[in-house]
């Protein structure tokens, strides 16, 4: 759900008049339909087509239009800690108390969330917590170089950024609280400096004196703006053959020859082998395809304020209060925060305006006005790992969805491996940890 009208020139570019005839044109099969055209849809187009098969995805607004068009355009290749971390669960009571604080669950959707609260709760148990962190860990360092593979064979790496993050505390006690993560971290080599004072201010003037501490993580990377580098990135895809349908599927099943997508408008097509890249909205169609998976959303708010809004020199990360800051080409978008409201309820401006303020009382000089909000559905499961797998029901269907507050950083990664699936090739991490059959 974006909160402003996209443009014409926003839309995928059309496909030449000279192009070959599509499948469908020509009344066969798809090879490989892909439904959704978000980062983790593009990049799977992207790894397939350079393989040579002849790639289609679906989407019903577009290429890189909803959720991956407006986050807060982080590579987080450090950011392996699963979310039900002890300190998250110890925060739960401070931050719900807060109607715009950084969680909120809207009382009447409570009792649908429950069940899958009741799971996060259950992947803080340390041994699950253990396995999610090792899982992620891997799928970080095949994330990173799979992104810079594909930012040069696109053309796309000078919409990379390499400044680094800073994360920020108000108290010893809070800085404290974050040493066995940075420990954690460090256990995977990932690198980072603890900072304070000059160092401080050096690596971000004009903070407010609220924050006593900070921690640098050089490896940290941001993107130019995430919707521009999944139309590139897609135009990269498209220049190899793939192609574009815009179109709501309805429903999808599977029989011996692959599976058949319905669409809105009750035409349907056949394609050999499914990638369901649906972002939040994927576990409807597993549910059809016999897969009971616990996708729930993660709502994040920002707003994007003219580049000059105030002088950021790389990501700031206030953890305590739930938001970042993102230098873009485009501008300085403000804000994350979760809401676990599900897919259907009316997005809550009043969110973005209150990460606003707070960013303004955080960095004094910043200049408010001006802003565009937004609102976008992180994929979200339970211990944090995304699913990447074969359906139960039908091998020819691959699921790719539920990377939460990663889908930008992993989805190199998982177009890698879901190239690896569709092929029949061995993967380069093991696939047991993000296994759909897993819940
Ligand atoms: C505020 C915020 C900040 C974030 N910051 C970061 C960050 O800095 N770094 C990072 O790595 N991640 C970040 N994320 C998470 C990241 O944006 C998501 O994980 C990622 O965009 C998910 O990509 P996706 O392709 O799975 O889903 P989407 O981008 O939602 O794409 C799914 C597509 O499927 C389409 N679709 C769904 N159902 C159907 C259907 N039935 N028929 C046809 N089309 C359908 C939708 O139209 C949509 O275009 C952030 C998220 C938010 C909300």
């Keep these: 759900m974006q909160g402003n009208s996209k443009s014409s020139d926003e839309a995928p570019r059309p496909s030449s008049p ?49 959720t991956s068009s407006g ?17 998250m669960i110890k925060n739960l009571p401070k931050w719900l108390a807060d109607p715009l604080g950084p969680l909120s669950i809207p009382p009447a959707y409570l009792p649908k969330l429950l069940p899958w609260l009741i799971r996060f709760w259950r992947a803080g148990a340390p041994a699950k917590y ?35 993050s800073l994360e920020f505390y ?40 609220r924050f006593i501490k900070g921690t640098f993580v050089p490896g940290w990377k941001t993107v130019a703006d995430p919707k521009l580098l999944g139309k590139a990135i897609w135009a990269y895809a498209e220049a190899r053959g793939a192609r574009f349908e815009m179109a709501r599927i309805d429903r999808v099943a599977t029989d011996q020859d692959g599976a058949t997508l319905t669409l809105a408008d009750g035409t349907s097509r056949q394609a050999r082998q499914l990638v369901v890249a649906a972002g939040a909205w994927s576990h409807l169609l597993a ?22 809004a105030f002088d950021v020199r790389r990501q700031l990360i206030f953890s305590g209060h739930g938001f970042v800051i993102t230098p873009l080409e485009t501008g300085l ?8 409201g599900g897919i259907e309820r009316p997005p809550n401006f009043n969110r973005s305006k209150a990460l606003l303020r707070k960013a303004q009382q955080f960095l004094p000089g910043l200049n408010p006005s001006g802003g565009r909000e937004w609102m976008g559905f992180r994929p979200s499961l339970p211990d944090s790992v995304p699913v990447i797998g074969k359906a139960a029901g039908g091998r020819s269907v691959v699921y790719a969805f539920g990377h939460g507050h990663l889908g930008l950083t992993q989805a190199a990664a998982t177009g890698r491996l879901i190239r690896e699936l569709v092929l029949g090739q061995t993967p380069p991490v093991d696939l047991a940890p993000f ?4 819940f």
């Excluded at 392996?80 to 971390?85: E, G, K, N, R």
């Excluded at 395809?289 to 729930?296: H, S, T």
């Design 287 to 308: 549910r059809q395809l016999g897969d009971r998976i616990p996708l729930e959303t993660e709502r994040g708010y920002n707003t994007t304020l003219p580049r000059n």
């Design 435 to 438: 296994s759909p059959q897993r």
């Design 130 to 164: 253990e396995a999610s962190l090792a899982a992620q860990a891997g799928m970080m360092k095949l994330a990173e170089a799979e992104w810079m593979g594909l930012l040069d064979r696109s053309g796309t790496r000078r919409m990379l950024r390499e400044a680094g």
């Design 333 to 340: 978008r403000v804000g994350g925060a979760v809401e676990l």
């Design 71 to 87: 986050n807060a355009a982080a590579f987080a290749f450090s950011d392996v800690l699963p979310l039900a971390h002890k300190g």
């Design 170 to 209: 108000e108290s010893e006690a809070e800085f404290r609280a974050s040493l066995p993560g940075w420990a954690a971290r460090e256990r995977f080599g990932i690198g980072f400096r603890h900072v304070e004072g000059e160092s401080l201010a050096d690596l971000q003037p004009g903070l407010s004196p």
């Design 18 to 66: 000279l192009r070959a005839p599509s499948p469908r044109e020509r009344g066969e099969a798809e090879d490989i339909a892909i439904i959704g055209g978000g980062i983790i849809g593009i990049c799977a187009a992207a790894f397939l087509a350079e393989a040579g098969r002849n790639v289609t995805v679906f989407d019903r607004t577009g290429i890189c239009e909803e």
